[in-house]
């Protein structure tokens, strides 16, 4: 089994940065791809970013894309994901996953396995 711990998230203004970090455990590290989501209060989980268990292919979704960047540590079993320019719009908590063998999806129901989320707050 893989467990799953989010850090790095916190209150900031909008225009600053926050970078999250998931730290994996209990399976090697390149058996799995793993993804960013984030739910807001009164709305779906929306799909954030995904990166393949090599780290060579990564999806953004339509909201961050060209903004935020997903990679992953191998050296340190984690992943993480920078989000520059922060506008209100992102706040939300922030959920990593992860999905066994080498596809990468942007559903969340294809993940086998969630860790409990980290708070991103952005005041205008």
């Known amino acids: 089994q893989v467990q799953l711990v989010e850090s790095g998230g916190g209150s900031v203004q909008a225009g600053d940065s926050l970078r999250l970090s998931c730290a994996a455990s209990?399976?090697?590290?390149?058996?799995?791809?793993m993804g960013w989501f984030r739910q807001a209060p009164g709305k779906e989980r929306e799909f954030v970013a995904a990166i393949s268990w090599s780290g060579g292919t990564a999806y953004y979704g339509d909201s961050v894309k060209g903004r935020f960047t997903i990679s992953r540590d191998g050296a340190k079993n984690t992943v993480l994901l920078q989000m520059p320019s922060l506008t209100p719009e992102d706040t939300a908590v922030y959920y990593c996953?992860?999905?066994?063998?080498?596809?990468?999806?942007?559903?969340?129901?294809?993940?086998?396995?969630w860790g409990r989320g980290t708070q991103v707050t952005v005041s205008s």
């Open positions: 996953a992860f999905q066994y063998g080498a596809t990468v999806s942007t559903e969340a129901g294809k993940y086998n396995g």
């Open positions: 209990g399976r090697p590290f390149t058996s799995y791809a």
